[in-house]
Nanobody, 122 residues
Framework: QVQLVESGGGLVQAGGSLRLSCAASGRTFSTSYMGWFRQAPGKEREFVGRISRSTRSTYYADSVKGRFTISRDNAKNMVYLEMNSLKPEDTAIYYC???????????????WGQGNQVTVSS
């Protein structure tokens, strides 16, 4: 199991930027993909993006592509989500995730952080 602790987030105006951090501990050496999901009020949790442990290749949901950037520091067991040009529709609870995999075209994860609120005001 991988334990994940998030930090960052908060309130920002539309067009602004925020950075989320995620500290991983436990069986991090076995984690190939880490990433982020989000859940807006009244909606299902959705995939935001993921990063490979070995190649650092990234993949993003169309809704955030070009605005969000995921990076990782394997030596520190940290994963980051840099969010730019934020929109009110980006308001959600953001979850760090580990051991991501695809099931029938949907990204899922085996380990989750506690979630961090991001609110974008118009």
């Amino acid at each position: 199991q991988v334990q994940l602790v998030e930090s960052g987030g908060g309130l920002v105006q539309a067009g602004g930027s925020l950075r989320l951090s995620c500290a991983a501990s436990g069986r991090t050496f076995s984690t190939s993909y880490m990433g982020w999901f989000r859940q807006a009020p009244g909606k299902e949790r959705e995939f935001v993006g993921r990063i490979s442990r070995s190649t650092r290749s990234t993949y993003y949901a169309d809704s955030v592509k070009g605005r969000f950037t995921i990076s990782r520091d394997n030596a520190k067991n940290m994963v980051y989500l840099e969010m730019n040009s934020l929109k009110p529709e980006d308001t959600a609870i953001y979850y760090c995730a580990a051991d991501l995999f695809v099931n029938k075209g949907t990204w899922l994860a085996r380990s989750w952080g506690q979630g961090n609120q991001v609110t974008v005001s118009s």
